[in-house]
């Protein structure tokens, strides 16, 4: 079968031929007809992050397809099931079972997965919004609802209005929340007024007046976190998921100060992934997608490294 392979930092992946995958005891075969590519691979390729696995592997963590082999012990799936490969982050960490991560991922036309990350697509869910929402939609999900505490009332900025941004905002609306929006490019106001935000800015400093009750980054290039914690409200929470830059600074004056509360968010839960998959199938929350080639993969890379893409690309290995 084809794969894209990462070989080295600094290079494009590597498409190359690769035995087909085997389903183990415990483990599934997936055919994979949709990947998402997200901005934490270009990380990888350019070396902001350091892979935890020895090249080379298969990149791509955002996978949903069709179970076409089951392994001895397996009750949960069958052959046919459309099925989505989530990432689990919470209660614990199981990164050993992550695609893309742990293990080879979907950047292929078939990988392995643990039948205990594997969660039903419903019926009225298309397989690209199964894909993305295995981390571009669950993962702002958790930032928003379970770290920042968004609930009806609350003021809610977003910042960064990419992919993940987005779906922060369209959350926090879900939760009841008064959603702001931030980014550079004024491009990106539109979407965010569609997923629900009321008004939205090219500076997190022009949220100062507004004083919301938590700031959701990202962005993560270290100024949009400490300017963050300039404008939330006295005991407010500032939540930093984006990793734009390997370190971040500031004045701890204001942190004290406001008794603010900073915390990392990464990834979700498997019942948040249930949740947000249901969310989809009522419409509720419409990811923004582009469907590209399996061939474009490397250009579709590159595109999110320019900041050309608005919502998420999305692969489809079987076409």
Same mark, same amino acid.
């Given at each position: 079968?084809?794969?894209?392979?990462? =070989?080295?930092?600094? /290079?494009?992946?590597?498409?190359?031929?690769?035995? @087909?995958?085997?389903?183990?005891?415990?483990?599934?075969?997936?055919?994979?007809?949709?990947?998402?590519?997200?901005?934490?691979?270009?990380?990888?390729?350019?070396?902001?992050?350091?892979?935890?696995?020895?090249?080379?592997?298969?990149?791509?963590?955002?996978?949903?397809?069709?179970?076409?082999?089951?392994?001895?012990?397996?009750?949960?799936?069958?052959? #046919?099931?459309?099925?989505?490969?989530?990432?689990? *982050?919470?209660?614990?960490?199981?990164?050993?079972? *992550?695609?893309?991560?742990?293990?080879?991922?979907?950047?292929?036309?078939?990988?392995?997965?643990?039948?205990?990350?594997?969660?039903?697509?419903?019926?009225?869910?298309?397989?690209?919004?199964? *894909?993305?929402?295995? @981390?571009?939609?669950?993962?702002?999900?958790?930032?928003?609802?379970?770290?920042?505490?968004?609930?009806?009332?609350?003021?809610?900025?977003?910042?960064?209005?990419?992919?993940?941004?987005?779906?922060?905002?369209?959350?926090?609306?879900?939760?009841?929340?008064?959603?702001?929006?931030?980014?550079?490019?004024?491009?990106?106001?539109?979407?965010?007024?569609?997923?629900? *935000?009321?008004?939205?800015?090219?500076?997190?400093?022009?949220?100062?007046?507004?004083?919301?009750?938590?700031?959701?980054?990202?962005?993560?290039?270290?100024?949009?976190?400490?300017?963050?914690?300039?404008?939330?409200?006295?005991?407010?929470?500032?939540?930093?998921? #984006?990793?734009?830059?390997?370190?971040?600074?500031?004045?701890?004056?204001?942190?004290?100060?406001?008794?603010?509360?900073?915390? #990392?968010?990464?990834?979700?839960?498997? /019942?948040?992934?249930?949740?947000?998959?249901?969310?989809?199938?009522?419409?509720?929350?419409?990811?923004?997608?582009?469907?590209?080639?399996? #061939?474009?993969?490397?250009?579709?890379?590159?595109?999110?490294?320019?900041?050309? =893409?608005?919502?998420?690309?999305?692969?489809?290995?079987?076409?």
């Amino acid at each position: 079968m084809k794969a894209y392979r990462y =070989v080295s930092q600094g /290079e494009p992946l590597r498409l190359t031929e690769v035995p @087909d995958p085997v389903a183990e005891p415990g483990w599934v075969v997936v055919d994979v007809e949709a990947a998402g590519l997200c901005h934490s691979d270009v990380h990888v390729l350019d070396g902001t992050i350091k892979p935890s696995r020895r090249p080379p592997f298969t990149l791509g963590h955002e996978v949903a397809g069709v179970v076409s082999a089951v392994g001895d012990g397996v009750r949960e799936v069958a052959v #046919g099931d459309r099925v989505a490969v989530a990432i689990i *982050a919470h209660p614990q960490v199981l990164a050993h079972y *992550a695609p893309g991560i742990g293990i080879d991922g979907g950047y292929a036309e078939r990988l392995t997965a643990h039948a205990s990350t594997l969660v039903p697509v419903p019926d009225e869910v298309s397989t690209v919004h199964a *894909a993305v929402a295995t @981390d571009s939609v669950v993962t702002a999900y958790h930032a928003v609802r379970t770290e920042a505490g968004a609930r009806p009332g609350d003021v809610i900025a977003v910042v960064g209005l990419g992919g993940l941004g987005l779906n922060g905002v369209r959350s926090a609306v879900l939760a009841g929340a008064t959603v702001y929006g931030v980014d550079i490019n004024p491009a990106t106001f539109s979407a965010a007024h569609s997923a629900g *935000a009321k008004a939205c800015f090219t500076e997190v400093g022009a949220l100062a007046e507004l004083r919301p009750d938590a700031v959701v980054d990202f962005v993560g290039v270290g100024s949009t976190t400490s300017d963050a914690i300039d404008v939330v409200r006295r005991r407010g929470r500032v939540v930093l998921v #984006g990793l734009g830059s390997t370190t971040t600074s500031f004045t701890g004056g204001n942190l004290v100060r406001k008794s603010v509360q900073l915390c #990392g968010s990464y990834g979700a839960s498997k /019942e948040e992934l249930h949740q947000v998959l249901g969310f989809i199938g009522e419409e509720r929350i419409r990811p923004v997608v582009e469907e590209i080639a399996f #061939g474009e993969l490397n250009e579709g890379l590159e595109r999110i490294a320019r900041g050309e =893409v608005r919502g998420r690309l999305v692969a489809r290995p079987g076409r």
